[in-house]
């Protein structure tokens, strides 16, 4: 089954939001949607977000998912916001319980919040299957960028988040708390592992150096030809020294804070203090 997928370029975040219909009906899931965030005044928009509604509402289409690839540290999400104007039930992996855990000590959250998963209307393992309409869609998890990565197979379509990138640019970095370089690779061979004509949909693109235009859909035979940090049969023991060299580079993403706050959530702000005001914290020397 080949599912009709619209996407949306965030350009502030670089990432990509999907819509995704099933060819034989109205039904839709919407991967990795994006809450616009102002760090500088603390104020959320919804323009993005909007955008995918009307969308969603021009083509009167069924949203029956709102899945998440990860716990995403550049973005917030904006499930929350979708589902209650097109409604949808929310979705991830069940490592979110992992990410909870490290975060919600980072963050010196307490007791009262829930490190479960519960925020979320469904948790993911690997080989688990869900339904958009008619299409199936099979759920990898590909842990490595983040412990709750997920890949989501939806007929001849693979979304895989920050897992891979276009592959003049590579792959995710692994320097999170919970990531690793050596977990990445093998999730990667999984991905890898799919037809070669598979379409590969990707969370974020940079537009790497000498491309003019911005992209996000590849196939998996161009991921194992010309992947420029995994492909062409490149052995973990050199992915791993080459992302973790290029790791130690890195400046930690602009939004990191508040995303992992909301995200780890399920895209809900921290409850509100008596005067109904809400606040993001900022740990120190932390991350």
């Not at 005044?41 to 509604?53: L, M, N, P, Q």
């Not at 992947?227 to 080459?242: P, R, T």
Request: hydrophobic share 40%.
């Amino acid at each position: 089954m080949t599912p009709q997928v619209h996407a949306f370029f965030d350009q502030a975040t670089n990432t990509i939001s999907y819509v995704v219909k099933d060819p034989n009906s109205a039904s839709c899931a919407v991967i990795d949607s994006v809450l616009d965030f102002d760090y500088a005044s603390g104020r959320t928009d919804t323009k993005s977000a909007d955008e995918v509604i009307a969308y969603v509402k021009a083509n009167e289409l069924k949203v029956e998912w709102l899945l998440e690839s990860h716990v995403h540290a550049d973005h917030l999400s904006a499930a929350p916001y979708i589902q209650e104007q097109v409604g949808g039930k929310i979705g991830i992996g069940d490592g979110i319980t992992v990410v909870q855990d490290t975060f919600g000590k980072v963050f010196n959250e307490g007791s009262a919040f829930q490190r479960d998963g519960s925020q979320f209307d469904r948790l993911f393992v690997d080989g688990d299957s869900l339904h958009i309409g008619q299409m199936r869609a099979d759920v990898m998890h590909t842990p490595g960028h983040t412990p709750a990565c997920l890949t989501f197979v939806i007929g001849d379509a693979a979304f895989v988040g920050d897992t891979l990138f276009m592959p003049d640019f590579g792959t995710a970095r692994c320097d999170f708390p919970g990531g690793s370089s050596q977990d990445l690779y093998n999730s990667i061979q999984k991905i890898l592992a799919l037809p070669d004509e598979t379409r590969i949909f990707v969370g974020h693109d940079y537009k790497a150096p000498g491309r003019d235009e911005f992209a996000w859909e590849t196939t998996v035979g161009a991921q194992k030809a010309a992947n420029v940090h995994v492909g062409a049969g490149c052995s973990q023991e050199d992915f791993v020294a080459l992302r973790d060299t290029r790791d130690a580079t890195l400046a930690m993403p602009r939004l990191i804070i508040p995303s992992l706050q909301v995200n780890m959530r399920a895209g809900q702000m921290p409850e509100p203090d008596a005067e109904g005001d809400v606040f993001l914290k900022v740990p120190v020397n932390k991350l």
